[in-house]
T-cell receptor
Framework: GESVGLHLPTLSVQEGDNSIINCAYSNSASDYFIWYKQESGKGPQFIIDIRSNMDKRQGQRVTVLLNKTVKHLSLQIAATQPGDSAVYFCAEAKAAGNKLTFGGGTRVLVKP | DAGVTQSPTHLIKTRGQQVTLRCSPISGHKSVSWYQQVLGQGPQFIFQYYEKEERGRGNFPDRFSARQFPNYSSELNVNALLLGDSALYLC?????????????FGNGTRLTVT
Protein backbone atom coordinates (compact mmCIF):
# COMPACT_ATOMS: atom_id res chain seq x y z
CA GLY A 1 0.00 0.00 0.00
CA GLU A 2 0.97 3.63 -0.02
CA SER A 3 3.56 4.71 2.48
CA VAL A 4 5.47 7.74 3.61
CA GLY A 5 9.10 7.26 4.45
CA LEU A 6 12.17 9.17 5.51
CA HIS A 7 15.68 8.99 4.11
CA LEU A 8 17.68 9.58 7.30
CA PRO A 9 16.82 8.03 10.64
CA THR A 10 19.12 10.37 12.65
CA LEU A 11 20.30 13.89 11.93
CA SER A 12 22.96 15.60 14.06
CA VAL A 13 23.17 19.36 13.66
CA GLN A 14 25.19 22.09 15.32
CA GLU A 15 23.23 24.64 17.31
CA GLY A 16 22.57 27.67 15.15
CA ASP A 17 22.87 25.79 11.87
CA ASN A 18 19.95 25.04 9.57
CA SER A 19 18.40 21.56 9.53
CA ILE A 20 16.82 19.81 6.59
CA ILE A 21 14.67 16.72 7.07
CA ASN A 22 13.60 14.81 3.98
CA CYS A 23 10.62 12.61 3.29
CA ALA A 24 9.51 10.59 0.28
CA TYR A 25 5.92 9.65 -0.39
CA SER A 26 4.52 7.17 -2.86
CA ASN A 27 0.85 8.09 -3.25
CA SER A 28 0.55 10.66 -5.98
CA ALA A 29 -3.13 11.11 -5.04
CA SER A 30 -2.22 12.56 -1.64
CA ASP A 31 -3.55 16.08 -1.27
CA TYR A 32 -2.15 17.13 2.07
CA PHE A 33 1.18 16.79 3.85
CA ILE A 34 2.06 17.52 7.43
CA TRP A 35 5.08 17.67 9.69
CA TYR A 36 4.95 16.79 13.36
CA LYS A 37 7.53 17.05 16.13
CA GLN A 38 7.47 14.48 18.92
CA GLU A 39 9.43 14.90 22.11
CA SER A 40 10.06 12.08 24.53
CA GLY A 41 6.95 11.18 26.50
CA LYS A 42 4.69 13.46 24.49
CA GLY A 43 2.34 13.20 21.58
CA PRO A 44 3.13 14.55 18.10
CA GLN A 45 3.00 18.33 17.93
CA PHE A 46 1.78 19.94 14.71
CA ILE A 47 4.47 22.05 13.03
CA ILE A 48 3.33 22.98 9.56
CA ASP A 49 1.22 21.65 6.72
CA ILE A 50 1.00 22.10 2.97
CA ARG A 51 -1.52 21.22 0.30
CA SER A 52 -0.67 19.72 -3.04
CA ASN A 53 -1.49 22.96 -4.90
CA MET A 54 1.47 24.65 -3.22
CA ASP A 55 5.20 23.97 -3.41
CA LYS A 56 6.39 26.02 -0.45
CA ARG A 57 5.03 27.26 2.82
CA GLN A 58 6.77 29.14 5.60
CA GLY A 59 6.14 29.33 9.32
CA GLN A 60 8.12 30.60 12.23
CA ARG A 61 11.69 29.34 11.61
CA VAL A 62 10.32 26.46 9.52
CA THR A 63 9.73 26.00 5.82
CA VAL A 64 8.11 23.05 4.10
CA LEU A 65 8.90 22.30 0.47
CA LEU A 66 6.84 19.99 -1.71
CA ASN A 67 8.11 18.57 -4.98
CA LYS A 68 5.27 16.65 -6.55
CA THR A 69 7.30 15.64 -9.57
CA VAL A 70 9.59 13.42 -7.50
CA LYS A 71 7.16 12.93 -4.62
CA HIS A 72 9.46 14.57 -2.11
CA LEU A 73 8.74 16.62 0.99
CA SER A 74 11.23 18.44 3.18
CA LEU A 75 11.22 20.43 6.39
CA GLN A 76 13.78 23.14 6.90
CA ILE A 77 14.46 24.49 10.37
CA ALA A 78 16.40 27.73 10.53
CA ALA A 79 18.89 28.46 13.32
CA THR A 80 18.34 25.11 15.03
CA GLN A 81 18.05 25.33 18.80
CA PRO A 82 18.47 22.72 21.56
CA GLY A 83 14.70 22.71 21.97
CA ASP A 84 14.40 21.43 18.41
CA SER A 85 15.87 18.08 19.47
CA ALA A 86 13.08 15.57 18.89
CA VAL A 87 11.75 13.01 16.43
CA TYR A 88 10.15 14.53 13.35
CA PHE A 89 7.45 12.77 11.36
CA CYS A 90 6.04 13.57 7.98
CA ALA A 91 2.56 12.36 7.15
CA GLU A 92 0.21 12.41 4.20
CA ALA A 93 -3.53 12.47 3.90
CA LYS A 94 -5.70 11.62 0.93
CA ALA A 95 -8.32 14.05 -0.17
CA ALA A 96 -11.18 11.88 1.01
CA GLY A 97 -10.67 12.33 4.75
CA ASN A 98 -8.47 13.06 7.67
CA LYS A 99 -6.68 9.74 8.00
CA LEU A 100 -2.93 10.31 8.21
CA THR A 101 -0.27 7.93 6.96
CA PHE A 102 2.95 8.51 8.87
CA GLY A 103 6.52 7.77 8.01
CA GLY A 104 8.96 6.17 10.43
CA GLY A 105 10.45 9.38 11.82
CA THR A 106 13.81 11.17 11.87
CA ARG A 107 15.58 11.91 15.12
CA VAL A 108 17.22 15.35 15.23
CA LEU A 109 20.01 15.85 17.75
CA VAL A 110 21.20 19.40 18.30
CA LYS A 111 24.80 19.67 19.47
CA PRO A 112 25.74 22.71 21.61
CA ASP B 1 -6.83 26.60 26.15
CA ALA B 2 -6.75 22.92 27.03
CA GLY B 3 -5.41 20.60 24.38
CA VAL B 4 -6.47 17.04 23.73
CA THR B 5 -6.57 15.20 27.05
CA GLN B 6 -6.23 11.45 27.45
CA SER B 7 -6.64 9.15 30.42
CA PRO B 8 -5.08 7.25 31.94
CA THR B 9 -1.51 8.24 31.09
CA HIS B 10 -0.13 4.79 31.84
CA LEU B 11 -1.76 1.39 32.14
CA ILE B 12 -0.56 -2.14 32.75
CA LYS B 13 -2.78 -5.06 31.79
CA THR B 14 -2.44 -8.82 31.50
CA ARG B 15 -2.94 -10.83 28.33
CA GLY B 16 -6.59 -11.59 27.72
CA GLN B 17 -7.88 -8.61 29.66
CA GLN B 18 -9.88 -5.72 28.27
CA VAL B 19 -8.97 -2.03 28.36
CA THR B 20 -10.80 1.26 27.83
CA LEU B 21 -8.93 4.43 26.96
CA ARG B 22 -10.52 7.86 27.09
CA CYS B 23 -10.07 11.06 25.15
CA SER B 24 -11.45 14.59 25.38
CA PRO B 25 -10.95 16.69 22.24
CA ILE B 26 -10.05 20.34 22.04
CA SER B 27 -13.11 22.46 22.76
CA GLY B 28 -15.04 22.98 19.53
CA HIS B 29 -13.47 20.03 17.73
CA LYS B 30 -16.00 17.50 16.52
CA SER B 31 -13.72 14.88 15.00
CA VAL B 32 -11.66 12.42 17.02
CA SER B 33 -9.14 9.93 15.70
CA TRP B 34 -7.19 7.15 17.38
CA TYR B 35 -3.68 6.04 16.49
CA GLN B 36 -1.39 3.31 17.78
CA GLN B 37 2.32 4.07 18.03
CA VAL B 38 4.69 1.19 18.62
CA LEU B 39 8.07 2.17 20.02
CA GLY B 40 10.38 3.46 17.33
CA GLN B 41 7.69 3.76 14.66
CA GLY B 42 5.26 6.33 13.37
CA PRO B 43 1.63 6.31 14.53
CA GLN B 44 -0.78 3.94 12.76
CA PHE B 45 -4.39 4.95 12.12
CA ILE B 46 -7.04 2.97 14.01
CA PHE B 47 -10.32 4.92 13.87
CA GLN B 48 -11.84 8.26 13.04
CA TYR B 49 -15.14 9.52 14.39
CA TYR B 50 -17.07 12.61 13.43
CA GLU B 51 -20.38 13.64 14.92
CA LYS B 52 -20.56 10.24 16.66
CA GLU B 53 -20.27 8.31 13.42
CA GLU B 54 -17.33 6.19 12.32
CA ARG B 55 -15.65 7.87 9.37
CA GLY B 56 -12.78 5.51 8.90
CA ARG B 57 -11.14 2.39 10.22
CA GLY B 58 -7.57 1.23 9.86
CA ASN B 59 -6.21 -2.28 9.49
CA PHE B 60 -6.83 -3.45 13.04
CA PRO B 61 -8.70 -6.56 14.23
CA ASP B 62 -12.25 -6.51 15.55
CA ARG B 63 -10.86 -6.63 19.09
CA PHE B 64 -10.47 -2.88 18.66
CA SER B 65 -13.61 -0.75 18.89
CA ALA B 66 -14.40 2.85 19.64
CA ARG B 67 -17.24 5.26 20.07
CA GLN B 68 -17.85 8.98 20.29
CA PHE B 69 -20.22 10.59 22.73
CA PRO B 70 -22.58 13.59 22.28
CA ASN B 71 -20.00 15.85 23.93
CA TYR B 72 -17.48 14.65 21.28
CA SER B 73 -15.31 12.77 23.76
CA SER B 74 -14.33 9.27 22.76
CA GLU B 75 -13.37 5.88 24.10
CA LEU B 76 -11.18 3.22 22.56
CA ASN B 77 -11.75 -0.35 23.71
CA VAL B 78 -9.45 -3.26 23.16
CA ASN B 79 -10.57 -6.79 24.06
CA ALA B 80 -8.55 -9.96 24.59
CA LEU B 81 -5.29 -8.07 24.91
CA LEU B 82 -2.16 -9.49 23.31
CA LEU B 83 1.45 -8.70 24.11
CA GLY B 84 1.67 -7.00 20.73
CA ASP B 85 -0.95 -4.47 21.78
CA SER B 86 1.65 -2.81 24.00
CA ALA B 87 2.04 0.67 22.55
CA LEU B 88 1.33 4.35 22.96
CA TYR B 89 -2.28 5.06 22.03
CA LEU B 90 -2.78 8.54 20.71
CA CYS B 91 -5.97 10.48 20.36
CA UNK B 92 -6.20 13.42 17.99
CA UNK B 93 -8.94 15.94 17.34
CA UNK B 94 -9.73 18.29 14.52
CA UNK B 95 -12.44 20.78 13.66
CA UNK B 96 -14.02 18.66 11.00
CA UNK B 97 -13.87 15.15 9.67
CA UNK B 98 -13.11 16.29 6.15
CA UNK B 99 -11.16 19.08 4.51
CA UNK B 100 -7.91 17.87 5.98
CA UNK B 101 -7.88 20.27 8.90
CA UNK B 102 -4.79 19.65 11.05
CA UNK B 103 -4.95 16.94 13.65
CA UNK B 104 -3.88 17.94 17.14
CA PHE B 105 -2.66 15.06 19.29
CA GLY B 106 -2.82 14.38 22.99
CA ASN B 107 0.13 12.94 24.90
CA GLY B 108 -1.24 9.44 24.71
CA THR B 109 -1.88 6.48 26.97
CA ARG B 110 1.07 4.14 27.40
CA LEU B 111 -0.36 0.61 27.50
CA THR B 112 1.82 -2.27 28.63
CA VAL B 113 0.49 -5.82 28.27
CA THR B 114 2.28 -8.48 30.30
Amino acid sequence: GESVGLHLPTLSVQEGDNSIINCAYSNSASDYFIWYKQESGKGPQFIIDIRSNMDKRQGQRVTVLLNKTVKHLSLQIAATQPGDSAVYFCAEAKAAGNKLTFGGGTRVLVKP
Amino acid sequence: DAGVTQSPTHLIKTRGQQVTLRCSPISGHKSVSWYQQVLGQGPQFIFQYYEKEERGRGNFPDRFSARQFPNYSSELNVNALLLGDSALYLCASSLEGRDNSPLHFGNGTRLTVT
